[in-house]
């Protein structure tokens, strides 16, 4: 799969990408605003295991964000089950060096035409740590309404920090 947004594209995983995966996700700063399953220190064994993952996945739903010489981040689908199964939960992260530039937001608006168009969806959502009000507004960018916060939900960084959430639904995108 590959869809292409100005200079950046969402594509597959490859195997190649482990290089790239090591020099952007070992970050603090990128860490810290995602879940625990995403570690810090980010080390060659944590990419192997995430790219035979990924690479490896019938129906794919995670993929990487690029520019023109290598992967700079990821954004996946997690689909919901049981009464919540025309639901899918958005993730997405991106190289600290690649903030600021509307690349996530115009990533979000990509995946989530992608996923509308492409499986049976009909609400995509979004959970954001309150103290990332930078990733807030790249869903809010993309069209993403906050539907409220879900008070002390989430332990991160040692304390406990509400969880915003945001959506999408169907009918809302163009």
Not at 138 to 164: H, I, P, T
Request: with cysteine; hydrophobic share 40%.
């Amino acid at each position: 799969m590959k869809i292409v947004f100005g200079e950046y594209k969402i594509r597959s995983f490859h195997p190649t990408d482990k290089e790239a995966i090591l020099k952007y996700a070992n970050n603090i700063n990128v860490s810290k605003n995602l879940r625990d399953s995403f570690p810090y220190p980010y080390t060659g064994e944590d990419a192997d295991a995430w790219l035979k993952l990924a690479c490896s996945q019938k129906s794919e739903m995670n993929f990487a964000i690029a520019n023109k010489h290598e992967l700079i981040g990821g954004i996946g689908l997690m689909p919901q089950t049981d009464v919540y199964r025309y639901s899918a939960e958005i993730g997405y992260w991106l190289a600290e060096q690649f903030w600021g530039r509307n690349i996530a937001s115009s990533a979000v608006i990509a995946m989530t035409k992608y996923a509308f168009n492409s499986f049976n969806f009909i609400r995509l959502f979004a959970n954001v740590f309150e103290f990332n009000p930078a990733s807030a507004r790249v869903l809010e960018k993309a069209g993403y309404k906050f539907e409220g916060s879900m008070r002390k939900a989430v332990y991160k960084n040692c304390r406990f920090w509400d969880q915003l959430m945001y959506s999408i639904l169907k009918e809302e995108t163009i």
